[in-house]
C-alpha cells in the first residue's frame, strides 16, 4: 500500500461566541483538512488546527509545506514504512503541526487496513 498522493484542504469554523483576549477577538478557527490516498483506494484523514501565536504556524503555511514539500516527496512510500515516513518529514525544522497531521493522516490509514477484532 503506497500513498499515492497528499493533500490539504483549508476550511473555517465560525464560533456560535467570538473568543476574546486581551490582543483581540477571534470569530472563525482556521483548520487544515488532511487526507492521505493510497494506490489500493484508502483514505486516511487528519486534522491540522493552526495557531499561529503558539505554534507559529498558518493555514496558509501548512497548506504550502505539506503541497510543495511533504507531498511530492513521499509520493510512492509504503504507508507502514514509518521509518521513511518520519525521516522525511524530520528534515523540515518546524511544522509541528503539518508534520503531526500527515502522520495521523498516515496512521488512519494503516488502521484502516487492520482486520476488526
Not at 493533500?7 to 461566541?17: D, K, L, V
Not at 505539506?66 to 523540515?92: K, Y
Amino acid at each position: 500500500m503506497k500513498i499515492e498522493r497528499i493533500e490539504a484542504i483549508p476550511y473555517a469554523i465560525p464560533y456560535t461566541h467570538p473568543l476574546k483576549f486581551a490582543s483581540g477577538e477571534v470569530a472563525i478557527a482556521d483548520h487544515v483538512l488532511i487526507r492521505v490516498y493510497t494506490d489500493d483506494g484508502v483514505v486516511g484523514i487528519a486534522d491540522a488546527p493552526p495557531r499561529p501565536y503558539t505554534y507559529g504556524e498558518t493555514q496558509e503555511s501548512i497548506t504550502a509545506i505539506i503541497d510543495n514539500v511533504f507531498a511530492p516527496q513521499h509520493l510512492g512510500t509504503e504507508v507502514l514504512d514509518r521509518e521513511r515516513i518520519h525521516a522525511v518529514l524530520g528534515r523540515t525544522v518546524n511544522n509541528h503541526v503539518a508534520k503531526g497531521s500527515v502522520d495521523i493522516a498516515v496512521c488512519y490509514a494503516i488502521g484502516k487496513t487492520r482486520p476488526k477484532p
